[in-house]
């Protein structure tokens, strides 16, 4: 069968490649840094379909606009979060993902549905965790006289947020900063490091240990930490 994205988006689509499934609830900035990524060939995989548990999330329509298959599982269609789960569950497992990702997806997941996808789901979180799981985590490290702020992309597990960490990027707090100006720099790194953490997990170097990420064949006592220049995403001619 073709899909939409298939027929009308021929490099956000390859059999060959690794499928993953985004799961979004708001704008999508993360899931376009991915976007952009797949047509800078700089990203090997492709995105059977973006979820979101928002119809009217605005991603939405900006995956649509680049042909992707979009789908809306709304948590308030379900009588609790075990049925909201089940069906989510269903409709990604429907694409057969490789590799599930959570591009500011904003419902906790419950321990059965983190379980059948362990190993093969990643979230970008916009702190440097352990610091600041959940969420006003920018309104949170200013409160808190923080002077480095940043984003952080971890396997997702049932702790919720304190899954083993992948890479971070770390964001000065500036003298007088607004949660809104820093979430706005923050979001910038985000853009960078989830791409490519899904990048490495899609060449086979990432994979979920015992107890934490392992990066080419090493155990991530601490997260990769992104400075900027040498791993930056490579895009090919
Ligand atoms: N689920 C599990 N099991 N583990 C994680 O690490 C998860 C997860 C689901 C989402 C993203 C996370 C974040 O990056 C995430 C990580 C939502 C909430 C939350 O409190 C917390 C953390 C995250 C996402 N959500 C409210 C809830 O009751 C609802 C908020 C809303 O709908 O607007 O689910 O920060
Ligand atoms: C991002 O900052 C992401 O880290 C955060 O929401 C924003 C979504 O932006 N996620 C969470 O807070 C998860 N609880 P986007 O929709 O433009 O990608």
Redesign the pocket.
């Known amino acids: 069968m073709s899909t939409l994205s298939e027929r009308s988006s021929p490099t956000l689509s390859d059999g060959a490649k690794l499928t993953i499934v985004v799961l979004?609830?708001?704008?999508?900035?993360?899931?376009?840094?991915i976007i952009e990524a797949i047509r800078r060939q700089a990203l090997p995989v492709t995105i059977g379909a973006v979820i979101s548990n928002q119809a009217q999330?605005?991603?939405l329509r900006l995956a649509r606009a680049s042909g992707l298959t979009t789908e809306v599982v709304d948590h308030c269609q379900y009588a609790d979060r075990a049925a909201f789960d089940q069906a989510l569950r269903e409709r990604v497992d429907a694409y057969r993902p490789g590799l599930v990702v959570?591009?500011?997806?904003?419902r906790i997941l419950g321990d059965s549905f983190v379980g059948h996808f362990r190993g093969r789901m990643l979230?970008?979180?916009?702190s440097l965790l352990p610091r600041h799981a959940?969420?006003n985590?920018h309104a949170r490290a200013l409160r808190a006289g923080d002077t480095m702020h940043g984003?952080s992309v971890h396997f997702v597990t049932e702790d919720l947020?304190g899954g083993p960490l992948v890479v971070q990027a770390r964001v000065a707090v500036l003298r007088d900063d607004s949660a809104e100006r820093l979430?706005a720099r923050?979001?910038e790194q985000?853009h960078r490091i989830l791409p490519l953490a899904i990048r490495w997990f899609a060449d086979g170097r990432l994979r979920l240990g015992e107890s934490a990420a392992i990066l080419d064949g090493v155990q991530l006592q601490q997260p990769y930490l992104f400075s900027g220049d040498g791993e930056a995403l490579e895009s090919c001619p």
């Open positions: 979004i609830s708001g704008n999508g900035s993360n899931l376009q840094a999330a605005p991603g959570l591009a500011g997806f904003m979230n970008i979180h916009p959940g969420r985590t984003a947020d979430a923050v979001l985000e």
